[in-house]
């Protein structure tokens, strides 16, 4: 059993609230999800977290609703958010799309990471084939079959987890009991039905509900819409709505009204479009006209939800209630389930009843005329504020193929009531204007919620892919609203600019025409501003800096810097230069989906000489003690047995090429101290030492004498090797750290002799370096870094260990047989002819040997 499980990795992070309640794994591949909980008291912001699974960490996106998890909420991770709203049309909660192969039905680990990179949950789940895999105790980090099980029937995607119950026969009896009391009570005077026909049907009703609890909150079951005042010949009835993704079985659940006479309810009312609806024919009781309560409970007498309308005074409060409908009328919300928690805003009057259907506004002609009839009585008309009303939406400049076909922007009804859009008027950037007309529309109604396509076709409005302004002006020629965008490129083809929950406008590349918004944010290039001087001395420190740097989705940067070969990962770039010369200074900026490139150029130059001698006053200043303060790129002109003092960056550490020597870099020097007692250093610490400039076998030093002889300065990036080429080893780069590249032309133990079209060079292997000399054979084309140095006649580059040595792999290797350019053409040909020679002499052998066998035979 062991095996199916790992014990849970925890991140120490306000962000543990959020856990995975539920896995999907038994769907098809495209239709897999998993559920998470946000189990704290804290909204939790998912922007940047990641879902770990098969070693790889998967980005996650909003698809429906936005990436903040409120206390409490459960939402989905989708493999697909398209294929999970397809295959669960009513499910309103949040939609998170991700992307991954497959989840394996046997169990793997998975886990969810926040933004900063901190496992929030990691662990390994059980095998569920056949249905979903459900956490029990959301509090316990149990991952074993203890504390997850599989769901009885599919599912309980984005709803509290289901669970089947422990007795299914027990928790049966009770409910056949109580569905044949009230069937009795019902039927009372229509006389009893067959008791076997009731016993089956009984039966069957049960197998039909589910054994598990629904939760059900205040407000997600609504009365919709409800007759008080009938016509002649007609009864009175309520309807209610399903706001919930699931079916809600009603059996013990009451409808009262202002006199407390209870209406009992029974049955289950669906979850799906055509059947979310339930209407209460004749509820017992009478709903007064002038006024009355409707008041839903649970069967655990929980106010569910409560409309009061007219003249009812509940708690000394009239103000908020719902209108009084009239006969024939109803009293309906503005739209099915809206709800505000307040009554007044909630419902209108409508002279179109819909009992059992989606609400249908059609307001009474004389609120249509209000406006008409109060300026008739001299009376202040009621001002519609149309910015709180109507909004831009959605914009869609630049789709696949034309145009002139496919450009459209889309208005959305915010308010309460349907308003007539005839009359407003759409401005772009150019002035150019259109007037919305009916008669360019079937209608130019729209309701609460609703929204409203106006075509290029249509209005004439050719909306720029760079840059636009657009502006919504109301019927009375006052600007409501001002939207504007720009992109440095052109917008993308199939992306829409459109505005958030929060009223954000954002490009996105999930476009929602007629539908609610979908914010996928287009990724843009990080956008680089650097820092960095144009010319600095030999050997000065320079600092190039990027942290001014952005990025327009706030998206966390990653920043590389390539000088040469060699890479450095950080916003700030310290480094230094050896050589005069100008070096081209590359910056890549990510944001782990789109990269930026900036480069630049910095000119390195020699500090300006004062006078004609190659050491100035200014590169050498006598101390007190007697000794010289010198750079290191003119401590060769000082005699020998000089007391100096210089400065350099340390390239070589003790004990790589021996324990009482170590190198620093650029015009670099050997540092030798018998006693090799030195101090903690790093390979890129600048130092400052203080010795004797001396000389062993022809190679310049400086002899330390202690470890106090050496001063940290800081700690700089380690030194980059000298590109030359094997001519170049010589005097003229003794203690210099270089890179040559060559053919590997012969091999004798610790000896490489490396050879380049320049000439060829002993490269000698320390043992102290621990470099495998079997990786290499003669004929392999190298490219060694390493430190020149001086062995009486002898330059040779001393590697400093395994890393200082790469196989060149893109060499051509017919070029590379090709003989040295030193060779002149009368070598050539002296080694054409010596060939020739030895070739005639081995065929006369092989004639003469053949004769001499014959003449034995013969003989």
């Known amino acids: 059993m ?16 959020i856990i995975i309640t539920e896995i999907g794994a038994y769907e098809k591949s495209e239709y897999e999800w998993l559920e998470i909980h946000n189990k704290g008291s804290e909204s939790v912001d998912l922007t940047g977290w990641k879902f770990y699974e098969n070693n ?3 980005k996650l996106n909003p698809f429906q609703g936005d990436m903040i998890i409120e206390p409490g909420e459960y939402a989905i991770i989708a493999n697909v958010g398209e294929k999970f709203q397809e295959k669960y049309p009513d499910f309103t909660g949040t939609i998170i799309d991700s992307s991954w192969a497959s989840l394996k039905e046997s169990g793997e680990e998975i886990g969810l990471k926040n933004a900063s990179g901190e496992i929030i949950e990691l662990f390994a789940y059980i095998p569920c084939s056949k249905t979903s895999l459900q956490r029990i105790d959301l509090n316990s980090n149990d991952y074993t079959e203890a504390n997850w099980q599989l769901h009885p029937t599919s599912n309980s995607a984005g709803r509290e ?23 009795e009570q019902d039927n009372e005077e229509d006389g009893k039905e067959n008791n076997i026909d009731q016993d089956k049907e009984s039966e069957d009703n049960n197998q039909l509900k589910p054994n598990f609890q629904q939760i059900v909150s205040s407000g997600s079951i609504v009365i919709n819409e409800f007759v008080s005042d009938p016509a002649d010949g007609e009864e009175e009835w309520i309807e209610l709505y399903n706001k ?33 609806f339930l209407v209460i024919e004749k509820p017992k009781g ?16 929980d106010i569910i939800d409560a409309v009061y309308y007219g003249n009812w005074d509940k708690h000394g409060l009239t103000e908020d209630n719902a209108p009084v409908a009239k006969k024939p009328f109803s009293t309906a919300r503005i739209f099915d389930g809206a709800n505000t928690f307040n009554n007044k805003k909630d419902f209108v009057v409508t002279q179109t009843p819909t009992k059992g259907g989606p609400n249908l506004i059609t307001l009474l002609e004389s609120e249509q005329k209000q406006e008409t009839s109060n300026a008739a009585k001299n009376e202040t008309p009621v001002k519609i504020d149309y910015k709180e009303v109507i909004r831009i939406n959605e914009i869609y400049p630049n789709p696949p193929g034309s145009d002139l076909e496919n450009e459209w922007l889309e208005l959305k009804n915010i308010g309460q009531r349907e308003i007539d859009l005839a009359g407003f008027k759409i401005q772009d950037n150019s002035k150019m204007t259109y007037k919305i007309s009916a008669k360019d529309f079937a209608t130019t109604i729209i309701g609460p919620n609703e929204f409203f396509i106006i075509e290029r076709k249509t209005s004439g409005l050719a909306f720029n892919n760079d840059k636009e302004t657009i502006k919504l002006i109301a019927p009375d020629d006052k600007i409501i609203q001002t939207v504007k965008y720009s992109e440095s490129d052109n917008v993308p083809e199939d992306v829409s600019f459109a505005i958030d929950e929060e009223g954000e406008w954002f ?14 944010k287009l990724n843009h290039e990080p956008i680089i501003e650097i820092y960095c001087p144009k010319q600095a001395f030999i050997g000065e420190k320079i600092t190039c800096d990027a942290s001014d740097s952005y990025d327009l989705e706030n998206d966390l940067l990653n920043f590389t810097w390539k000088i040469g070969e060699q890479l450095f990962h950080d916003v700030i770039l310290q480094t230094y230069f050896m050589e005069k010369g100008t070096y081209l200074i590359n910056l890549f900026v990510s944001d782990g989906q ?39 790129q003119d401590i060769r002109l000082l005699e020998k047995n000089t007391k100096v003092v210089t400065r350099g960056v340390v390239s070589v550490l003790p004990n790589t090429f021996g324990k009482t020597i170590m190198y620093l870099a650029g015009s670099g020097i050997q540092l030798y101290m018998s006693k090799a007692d030195w101090p903690d250093l790093k390979i890129g610490d600048l130092i400052e030492v203080s010795g004797t400039l001396t000389e062993s076998l022809g190679e310049n030093r400086i002899k330390l004498s202690a470890k106090t002889d050496i001063v940290f300065i800081e700690s700089l990036l380690p030194p980059m090797p000298k590109p030359i080429k094997i001519a170049d080893v010589g005097e003229s780069t003794e203690g210099w750290l270089i890179q040559i590249q060559g053919r590997l032309i ?5 000896k490489f002799y490396l050879q380049d079209e320049t000439g060829e060079v002993l490269v000698y292997i320390k043992q102290n370096a621990k470099i495998s000399k079997t990786d290499f054979t003669e004929g392999d084309e190298l490219i060694i870094s390493g430190i020149v140095s001086q062995n009486n006649d002898i330059y040779q580059v001393l590697p400093r260990s395994m890393e200082d040595l790469v196989k060149n792999h893109e060499i051509n290797h017919e070029e590379s047989l090709s003989l040295p350019q030193n060779k002149t053409t009368s070598s050539v040909l002296k080694y054409l002819i010596a060939g020739g020679i030895f070739l005639a002499m081995g065929l006369f052998s092989v004639f003469y040997n053949s004769k001499t066998k014959k003449q034995k035979i013969n003989n």
């Not at 009896?173 to 044949?180: K, L, Q, R, W």
């Not at 130059?605 to 050498?620: F, G, N, Q, R």
Request: charged share 30%; glycine share 6%; aromatic share 6%.
């Open 2 to 17: 062991l095996g199916f499980f790992i014990l849970p990795k925890i991140a120490i992070s306000a962000d543990q609230d």
């Open 56 to 58: 790889t960490n998967h």
């Open 161 to 183: 987890n289901e669970f089947s119950g422990q007795d299914n026969q027990d928790n049966n009896e009770p409910a056949d009991d109580e569905n044949n009391s009230n069937e």
């Open 244 to 276: 919930n993704s699931f079916d809600i079985d009603l059996t013990g659940w009451i409808i009262i009204d202002g006199a407390e006479t209870a209406t009992k309810l029974s049955g289950l009312i669906g979850s799906n479009y055509e059947n979310r």
């Open 286 to 301: 009478k709903l007064n006209n002038p006024g009355d309560a409707i008041i839903l409970k649970n069967n655990n007498n």
């Open 507 to 520: 490009f996105t590349t999930t476009p929602t025409k007629n539908k609610d918004n979908i914010i996928t």
């Open 594 to 632: 789109a990269q930026n490139k900036e480069s630049y150029k910095i000119k390195i130059i020699e500090p300006e000489k004062e006078a004609s001698d190659a050491v100035t006053e200014t590169k050498i200043k006598k101390n007190e003690d007697g000794s010289i303060a010198i750079t290191l």
């Open 746 to 750: 012969e091999k004798s133990g610790s």
